[in-house]
């Protein structure tokens, strides 16, 4: 079975410092890692996703993340955070065999950037 | 293109009643999903359509059914309405079955009374 582990419910940085909101994950094949943005009453972004190949993913809006297998580890970075960035974080995991488009999500990170 | 539609965006209802929900996918899109999110449970899948097949089910109660069209919309269905059914339903579709990237629509939004 498959599961997500967002390390940190809240997230609360100063604006132009660094963002990093930890993700952990679980899969017994290999996995395929996505990471989304949701603003207030809006519907889920895709900020990034793992496939296969470069280990370091960039992303929209300045957003990077890194895919440590050993470390079963995707955790989103960006350098320097913009109030815009206020949101609620999401990363997810979907099996990489199968076809099946079946996303399993973390509990959210809700970053807050204070100015 | 125009993205993931969801229809309606909110919605009141009352314990026992039914309801359906609309999702038109993004053109061309083949698969469709469905999410509930809730502030407990969080995002989970409620299940998967590609060329009308059902492909997969997530672990909600036979309340809560789901079908596709041949131009891809979806539906999903909730019948004998629990308070515990108020939620965010969101809708997400892809290109086919391999793509795993989905794209979501703005979601649903239900309350049971």
């Known amino acids: 079975a498959q599961s997500v582990t967002q390390l940190g419910s809240h997230v609360s940085v100063s604006e132009g410092a660094l963002v990093l909101l930890r993700c952990n994950y679980s899969?017994?094949?290999?996995?395929?890692l996505f990471w989304y943005v949701q603003y207030p009453n809006q519907g889920l972004q895709l900020l990034l996703k793992?496939?296969?190949?470069?280990?370091l993913v960039k992303g929209i809006n300045g957003f990077e993340a890194e895919f440590k297998k050993s470390e079963t580890s995707f955790h989103l970075t960006k350098p320097s955070a913009h109030m815009s960035d206020a949101a609620e974080y999401f990363c997810?995991?979907?099996?990489?065999?199968?076809?099946?488009?079946?996303?399993?999500f973390g509990a959210g990170t809700r970053l807050a950037v204070h100015p | 293109k125009a993205g993931v539609t969801q229809t309606p965006r909110y919605l009141i209802k009352t314990r026992g009643q039914q309801v359906t929900l609309s999702c038109s996918p993004i053109?061309?899109?083949?698969?469709v999903s469905w999410y509930q999110q809730t502030p407990g449970q969080g995002l989970q899948f409620l299940f998967e359509?590609?060329?009308?097949?059902?492909?997969n089910k997530g672990n909600f109660p036979g309340r809560f059914s789901g079908r596709q069209f041949s131009n891809s919309r979806s539906e999903m269905n909730v019948s004998t309405l629990e308070l515990g059914d108020s939620a965010l339903y969101l809708c997400?579709?892809?290109?086919?079955?391999?793509?795993?990237?989905?794209?979501f629509g703005p979601g649903t939004r239900l309350t049971v009374t």
């Open positions: 359509y590609f060329s009308e097949t059902q492909r």
């Open positions: 899969s017994s094949v290999p996995p395929y």
């Open positions: 793992y496939t296969t190949g470069a280990t």
């Open positions: 053109s061309g899109h083949r698969s």
């Open positions: 997400a579709s892809s290109l086919d079955g391999s793509s795993y990237e989905q794209y």
């Open positions: 997810a995991v979907s099996q990489a065999s199968g076809g099946y488009n079946k996303l399993i």
